[in-house]
Every structure is written in structure tokens, then in C-alpha cells.
């Protein structure tokens, strides 16, 4: 039933509808404070329906409650959510797998039946699928399978969840062991897509439900249920009752999961907590395992076959983080240090610093990156991983599809990767980072699976520029960045092929000949011209050198319509701020030197970065932010 609409027709009216219409259907409850939020996704759709006012609109609600009723219901319940949300629990599951096997085994069933309610758009139930297939194969247990269903209050949620079609950059978060070979990418204009594949797929099913009404919609008892980081829209009442219902369809011993900020404990309600966020039937001696001695009861009479799964990771993990930004370790300290699971012992700038710290310090984990001077990632994979060796994570700037850096890098032992994403949403990434952490260092524990490659990553190639005399790459430095500029130079010739390359120094002109003599006299097996405007055309695999001031417009119209990439060297002038804002580049890339996070975004360059980091990974970065949309 929806609410009804009163004659008068303003935004005020409009918001209380919609809260209304969602909570009748859903039970959240919402304040005064999602009132902006609710406005805006009101006047969205009214652009959507290109309609200018209130009134209008109004009126087609009138006429359209159905259709509109679902918009709002999808628009307020749908949350925000990933693949492996709060790994902590994915950890739990693994640590008592065997003891819920068990469970299964004594009542006679040969199914672990489990429920994801408030599912979303499905990644939770998908992660929970891919989870327990790689952990039941990896015990060889043939007789027992699993089961997962899922609800939704909102039905285009549930539909995309049946579907199971997600953008490609959502399945990166997934650790490369879980996720095997359950996604196939698209081809063509659907390759940023990724489609789950029916062996999994058939596991999960996704029907419309609603929390307020799981009397009714819970068919099974289930041995685990997940109903997590929805609890917070909903009034105490509601939630005692909603738990309630869960406890009355769980399973003797079986396993209640809520958010990690969601607890129960002053509810009154008849739980035992077993874990962080994770509860069961209240009993007087609690089945959970406490113990090494408890967990080998549980693993013989599960199977024989596997190595024990108990694990207990140090507390906390100590990270080695090494990368040759600045910005980046200062971002890496924010992640860890508001988690007290993990604690920074070191950083280092290149793998020979990252070598010298590991033979004098404890490390747990090391998070490295691949582009670093005097001895990059690749480099000190080759001569330092072992065994032995701390479990490594790549974060880096080298996108995961590059097959020669990022695949080089976990042939040689790196257990998972994250590519390094912009500054802005890097602590979003935070939690990526974190579990991919956790995972490989349980792997180290338990001695579990070696690298998993996916037939996606198999399909991964190095990237190359087809036709480069369709793009141009800028590079802008001063002479003061001499170091840095032979770096790019040097760089750009190990590749096969790539665009006319045009490198603009500034305040040099009075010299520039003497420097352009300098470069060709260090590099002579590379094609280095000075830049002249009348030459009517300008050759791939070659480096033209120019006064910046005076050639950068020049440029620009010479090049007009080809997509370009800029890096910059060093620091900048006012002069290149002004001629940048007046012509800016399709993407710039900023040197990360004398940047600080406090006032990052604070200058109209740094807003108009595709990109913030080291000029070591320039060479690379030009390719890729070229070839990014191709």
C-alpha cells in the first residue's frame, strides 16, 4: 500500500511521500536528515522525466504511483555494497568450516543451506558462493554442497542479482584465489562487463522480500544467515522482531551474522556472540570453537583429507609498505592506522630499501608497488621471493590487464594485486587493500592454493598503440628536472612503438640547443629532434624538444583533434597553470613532489589530474590513461 498524496503540491510534500511509500513497504525510517539526499534523488528523476516543476511532476505521480513508487523504493533501500564486505567474517566462516560441515554430517543433510537477506544486488551472496566452492574443493569434500538464496525489498536489485552482470572494475576486488574461473568478460562494446558463469550461478537464488515479513518468506531452517549493515534504518522494535524471525529459521548451530557496527548484545535477545557481529542460539556451553584442540576434533571428523583449517592471524598484521610516493605511504599510514588489525612497522622507496628492512624487522605482509627507481617491484620479486618470503600485494599504478607487469609480477610469487587508484577515492580502496592483505596472509599460515589465474587473466594482453601517429604525449619540466626527464626518455624507448612525444622545458630557451646536444649525445640510439612549428608532420618514436611558452599552443593546433596525455616533471609555474587552464590536455598526469595530502585539491591543476603519483610510473601512465577508452 502506498501513501496518498495531499493537495498540496511542494518538494516538502513530495520528501514526505517517499518516506512514507518506503517505509510502509520496507520499514526503514528516515529524519530529517536524509531529507537533502531524498530531494536530490526526487529532482533527478524529475530530469530524467524532463520535467522543470513541482506541480508536473506531481501530477504524474498521480497517474503513475506504480512505476514511481518503485523508483523510490529502489532509490532509498538500495545500499552501498561490495564483493567480500568485511572479510573479518569470511575469516570466521573459514576458521569453523569445518565444525558447520560437521553439523551437516550429524543431522543426516548433505547441504549447507545459506540465506543473504538484504542481498542487494547480489555481491554478497556471490561472494559467499565462491567462498565456499573454493574452500569444500580445497578440503575435498564431495559430500557436501551448498546453497545460497537471497531477497531483496527492491526488485531491481533482485534483477540485477538473477542476472548476475556487473561492470568488470566492480570483480577487481575480489581475491584472485575466489575468484577462479567463475566470470567470462565481455567482447566489444560490452567489455567493461563481466558475466558470473552457471556453475556458480545456479548455487544462488534471488527472490523480492521484505525484513518486516520473513515469517512468511524463510521456507528452510539455514545453518548461516547474513543479514548485514541494514539494521541502521530500522527502529530498535523492528529490529528485535526481524531477529526474531532470523533465530527462529536458523538452524540449532547455526551462524547469525549483522554488520560489524550493528551489535546486539543490549537487545535482551536469546544470542550467544560467537564472533565480531556474529551470534547464535543462546546455550548454556556455546559450540564454538575456542581452541587448537577443539578445531582438530572437528577436522577429523570432517575430512582427513586437508590440512587443518584453524588459523589465528598475528594481532596486529605488520605491513611493510613500499612504493616511491610519498603521498601514497602517508595514505597507506591513514588506511591502517584507524584499523587496529594492522600496523605500518616500515616504509621503503625501492626494493632495495624494502630488502635492507626485511632482514632487521618483523613483517607479516608487504604491500609493493612495481614502477620505483634504483630497483622496481619486478626486480626485487625475482631476486628476493621465497617461501620464506612475507606475502606480497601489489598496489600499483600498472593496470591488472597489462599481462607483462601486473601477470609478471604474480608468476613471481605476489599473491594478489590492486591497482593504485586516483587520490581521491585511494582510502575508499582502503578496504580492498585490507582484505587482500588478510587473505594472503592466511594463505601463508595455512599453506593453501598457489596462484589462481582466471580465464579472464588469461585473456589479459600487454597493451600496445596500434596506430600512435593518431595520438601525442607532452612532457613539461625544467632543466633542474634532468634526472627525471632522461628517466621518461629512457622508458618511452623500450617500447615498441608510441606517438610523437614532444618534451617542453621552461625557462630554458636561452640554452635549449645546448640541452638538446646534452640529451642526443646520452641517448643516440633515440630519434631526439628539436621541435620546429612549420614541419608539417611529426613521427611516431620520436622526441621533439621545445621551449614550453613559446610552443604549447603551437602544439596543440598542429595536433588539433588527437587525444593527448601530458605529464608534468617537477614542480610548476604560474605561467604553465594559466596556459594549462586556457588549453588543457585530455590528461594530465602531476608529479607528486612537494604535494600534500592536507591541500591536495586545493590548486585548479591538481583538480584537473587524471592522476597524482611518482614520475616513475609516468611512462606507463601515458599509455595507459591513452588507451584507457579504447
Known sequence: ??????????????????????????????????????????????????????????????????????????????????????????????????????????????????????????????????????????????????????????????????????????????????????????????????????????????????????????????????????????????????????????????????????????????????????????????????????????????????????????????????????????????????????????????????????????VDVMTLDLHMPVMDGISYLKKNFNESHPPVVIVSSVSREDAFHAMEGLKLGASDYVEKPSLEDFLIKGDEIATKLRVAALEKITGHSPNVFTDIDREFKNKTIDNPGDYFYTVYGQYSSKKKIEHIIKELSFEKSYPPTFLLLEGSYNVLESIIDDFQMNFKSINLKSFKPDDKAYAPNTIYIGDFKDSYESILNLNKGKKNVMAVLGNHSDTFSDLIEKCPPSELLLDDINVKISNLAQTKISKMASDIGPYTSFAYQLKYFLLKDE
Open 1 to 362: 500500500m502506498s501513501a496518498v498524496l495531499k493537495p498540496k503540491n511542494t518538494m516538502e510534500e513530495l520528501i514526505e511521500y517517499a518516506i512514507d511509500t518506503v517505509a510502509k513497504v520496507s520499514g526503514n525510517v528516515f529524519n530529517e536528515q536524509h531529507h537533502f539526499i531524498i530531494e536530490t534523488k526526487i529532482r533527478k528523476r524529475m530530469m530524467d522525466l524532463n520535467m522543470v516543476d513541482i506541480e508536473t511532476y506531481h501530477n504524474h505521480l498521480k497517474n503513475n504511483n506504480v512505476s514511481e513508487n518503485d523508483y523510490f523504493i529502489s532509490e532509498l533501500t538500495t545500499h552501498y555494497t561490495f564483493f567480500f564486505r568485511e572479510f573479518r567474517h569470511f575469516e570466521y566462516l573459514q576458521i569453523n568450516l569445518s565444525k558447520i560441515i560437521k553439523d551437516v554430517r550429524d543431522r543426516g543433510d548433505n547441504t549447507i543451506r545459506i540465506y543473504s537477506l538484504a542481498c542487494s544486488r547480489g555481491q554478497e551472496a556471490y561472494s559467499l558462493a565462491m567462498f565456499f566452492d573454493f574452500h569444500l574443493k580445497q578440503m575435498k569434500i564431495t559430500d557436501i554442497d551448498f546453497i545460497i538464496e537471497g531477497s531483496d525489498v527492491d526488485k531491481a536489485s533482485v534483477k540485477i542479482a538473477s542476472n548476475g552482470v556487473y561492470k568488470f572494475s566492480d570483480i577487481k576486488s575480489i581475491p584472485m584465489k575466489y575468484m577462479s574461473d567463475h566470470w567470462q568478460r565481455g567482447k566489444g562494446d560490452i567489455k567493461e562487463y563481466v558475466k558470473v558463469k552457471d556453475s556458480l550461478k545456479r548455487k544462488c537464488h534471488f527472490s523480492q522480500g521484505n525484513l518486516l515479513n520473513l515469517k512468511n518468506e524463510l521456507k528452510n531452517k539455514y545453518d548461516i544467515i547474513f543479514c548485514r549493515n541494514v539494521f541502521i534504518y530500522f527502529e530498535e522494535s523492528q529490529i528485535k522482531n526481524i531477529c526474531r524471525d532470523i533465530l527462529d529459521k536458523l538452524q540449532p548451530k547455526g551462524l547469525f551474522f549483522t554488520g560489524v557496527s550493528e551489535s546486539l548484545t543490549s537487545m535482551g535477545l536469546p544470542v550467544e556472540v560467537f564472533g565480531p557481529s556474529v551470534y547464535g542460539h543462546k546455550v548454556k556451553e556455546a559450540e564454538v570453537i575456542k581452541n587448537v584442540d577443539d578445531v582438530k576434533k572437528y577436522e577429523k571428523a570432517a575430512s582427513v583429507a586437508h590440512q587443518p583449517s584453524f588459523v589465528e592471524l598475528p594481532s596486529p598484521l605488520k605491513v611493510l609498505c613500499v612504493d616511491d610516493s610519498k603521498i601514497i605511504l602517508s595514505l597507506m599510514k591513514k588506511i591502517f592506522s584507524a584499523n587496529p588489525a594492522y600496523e605500518i612497522v616500515g616504509t621503503a622507496e625501492n626494493g632495495q630499501q624494502a630488502e635492507e628492512f626485511i632482514k632487521h624487522n618483523d
